[in-house]
T-cell receptor, first 122, second 109 residues
Framework: QVQLVQSGAEVKKPGASVKVSCKASGYTFTGYYIHWVQQAPGQGLEWMGWINPNSGGTTYAQKFQGRVTLTRDTSISTAYMELRGLRSDDTAVYYC?????FGPGTDVFDIWGQGTVVTISS | SSELTQDPTVSVALGQTVRITCQGDSLRNYYASWYQQKPGQAPVLVIY???NRPSGIPDRFSGSSSGNTASLTITGAQAEDEADYYC????????????FGTGTKVTVL
């Protein structure tokens, strides 16, 4: 079935980097953009950015610009999110999600990964 | 950048109807999609476009839109509908960025 499976929980020290993976299966990986979403404890969803798995093109939210890099490896149908310069407020669950276009003005995240917990602690 | 504003909490009696709203400038140009999130789980798409439900979503969920406001309605709320709900759309900046609403916690009494 169509699914996105993310890598496991991470504990990092302040100032370090983390790289989270998102493996796609059940569909053509290069056919759909992958987006990343941050959710801090007890908080709402915050959109981080997307990658076009076909071209490798990316767009990032201003909040994360300069600290986040989205990449992909088409040979293994996997997208990656790397966040650098980690600080305590980066402690959060990070989700990847597939974007589907259903028509003009209708962009939808139809499949989500299970989430990866990233904890920043000294 | 755009913002999408939702009421933080709403409550509904079991079997009654509740409407959740989402306001933002981007909704004048883009449809909202709606996501249900239960504790410890990933969000799930419940409504998208003009008023479309993915397979497996009960027909008690419906959507509508007018001007800068999108709405999600649950008609005949069930205990299992208690969750956080988020709207989402493209950012109105035209830079192919996206924004989530602030979220609404729905409590079924």
């Amino acid at each position: 079935q169509v699914q996105l499976v993310q890598s496991g929980a991470e504990v990092k020290k302040p100032g370090a980097s983390v790289k989270v993976s998102c493996k796609a299966s059940g569909y053509t990986f290069t056919g759909y953009y992958i987006h990343w979403v941050q959710q801090a404890p007890g908080q709402g969803l915050e959109w981080m950015g997307w990658i076009n798995p076909n071209s490798g093109g990316t767009t990032y939210a201003q909040k994360f610009q300069g600290r986040v890099t989205l990449t992909r490896d088409t040979s293994i149908s996997t997208a990656y999110m790397e966040l650098r310069g980690l600080r305590s407020d980066d402690t959060a669950v990070y989700y990847c999600a597939r974007l589907v276009y259903f028509g003009p003005g209708t962009d939808v995240f139809d499949i989500w990964g299970q989430g990866t917990v990233v904890t920043i602690s000294s | 950048s755009s913002e999408l504003t939702q009421d933080p909490t709403v409550s509904v009696a079991l079997g009654q109807t509740v409407r959740i709203t989402c306001q933002g400038d981007s909704l004048r140009n883009y449809y909202a999609s709606w996501y249900q999130q239960k504790p410890g789980q990933a969000p799930v798409l419940v409504i998208y476009g003009k008023n479309n439900r993915p397979s497996g979503i009960p027909d008690r969920f419906s959507g509508s839109s007018s001007g800068n406001t999108a709405s999600l309605t649950i008609t005949g709320a069930q205990a299992e509908d208690e969750a956080d709900y988020y709207c989402n759309s493209r950012d109105s900046s035209g830079n192919h960025r996206y924004v989530f609403g602030t979220g609404t916690k729905v409590t079924v009494l």
